[in-house]
């Protein structure tokens, strides 16, 4: 099984600041990512497919890099509702996803 | 707009059986192969199982072969998951989940809010 890390566990940000989620994958996953934001209370939203395309109404501010094993995902200029918990997902070998990076307000 | 809303959670014993559906609207059911995926309170998340778009091909995680199983009816717009043994392992939200194009059913374009199970005695 393919283990993906996310770091760090939780992001503290200042609205309009950059933010810059990582995540590692234990082996090659070619480009077969994809990320996801979760907000309380409401259902998954995919963000990036393929590590770095962005999926139908997706903000630019959201950007997805990287290929292998370490991937990122950075939100350029914080909007109040982008504070959420983020997680990345493999789909190379089956599929698994990170333990989520939770977005705060600093 | 594409929607799913699950249902069928609840509380069950240790060694109980409960089944989920999934009901979709908004675009062609058949057409999309569909996954289950749980996360268990405070953990991150965990594909379960998935389903072609004909219901042919099935897939299961390690966690579950043997205990679970998927179905769908494309008639009724509505996917289905049937878990028995069940241990407290398997107390999570279950999400569904649509895969995001016709060609890969492995990211998914739209969730469900989940529904939760709880195994305890």
């Known amino acids: 099984e393919i283990v993906m890390t996310q770091s760090p566990a939780t992001l503290s940000v200042s609205p309009g600041e950059r933010a810059t989620l990582s995540c590692r994958a234990s082996?090659?996953?070619?480009?077969?990512l994809a990320w996801y934001q979760q907000k309380p209370g409401q259902a998954l939203r995919l963000l990036i497919y393929g590590a770095s395309t962005r999926a139908t109404g997706i903000p630019a501010r959201f950007s997805g890099s990287g290929s292998g094993t370490e991937f990122t995902l950075t939100i350029s200029s914080l909007q109040s509702e982008d504070f959420a918990v983020y997680y990345c997902q493999q789909y190379n070998n089956w599929l698994t996803f990170g333990g989520g990076t939770k977005v705060e307000i600093k | 707009e594409v929607q799913l809303l699950e249902s069928g959670g609840g509380l069950v014993q240790p060694g109980g059986s409960l089944r989920l559906s999934c009901a979709a609207s908004g675009f062609t059911f058949s057409n999309y192969a569909m996954s289950w995926v749980r996360q268990a309170p405070g953990k991150g998340l965990e594909w379960v199982s998935h389903i072609s778009g004909s219901g042919g091909s099935t897939y299961y995680a390690d966690s579950v072969k043997g205990r679970f199983t998927i179905s769908r009816d494309n008639s009724k717009n509505t996917l289905y998951l049937q878990m028995n043994s069940l241990t407290a392992e398997d107390t999570a939200v279950y999400y569904c989940?649509?895969?995001?194009?016709?060609?890969?059913?492995?990211?998914?374009?739209?969730w469900g809010q989940g529904t939760l199970v709880t195994v305890s005695s």
């Open positions: 082996q090659s996953v070619s480009s077969n």
């Open positions: 989940a649509k895969g995001a194009v016709t060609t890969d059913w492995r990211y998914f374009d739209c």
